[in-house]
């Protein structure tokens, strides 16, 4: 019986969690010939302060993109260039959301 532990940021709804649940148990049964009754997933969401990365929590990360954006936005109206608002912190949650784990015995146990 597979086992997936999935470490996401908290804040997405319940239905963008449920659908991640349905997608992750179907790649896990098309990919190891588990049934999907077999497969356990485990999601477990993590407060931004308690989620670093460079030495600095997501909160802090989010802090500084507000600082940040609003600094781009005034130099986008002396330059006419628009920013693309959040990328660090959706760059950086990215990174350490493909962290997961599939634990449980292999197909010879």
């Known amino acids: 019986m597979p086992i997936i532990q999935i470490n996401i940021l908290e804040g997405r709804s319940d239905e963008l969690k449920q659908r991640l649940i349905v997608e992750v148990t179907d790649a896990v049964s098309r990919t190891l010939g588990n049934s999907p009754d077999s497969i356990r997933v485990l999601l477990y969401e993590v ?53 997961v784990s599939v634990d449980g015995p292999g197909p010879d146990m």
């Open 47 to 99: 407060p931004k302060s308690h989620w670093a990365v460079g030495g600095k929590s997501m909160a802090e990360h989010g802090e500084a993109e507000q600082a940040g954006e609003a600094e781009r936005a005034g130099e986008a109206e002396s330059t006419g260039k628009v920013p693309r608002a959040g990328q660090t912190e959706q760059a950086a949650s990215m990174d350490m959301e493909r962290a």
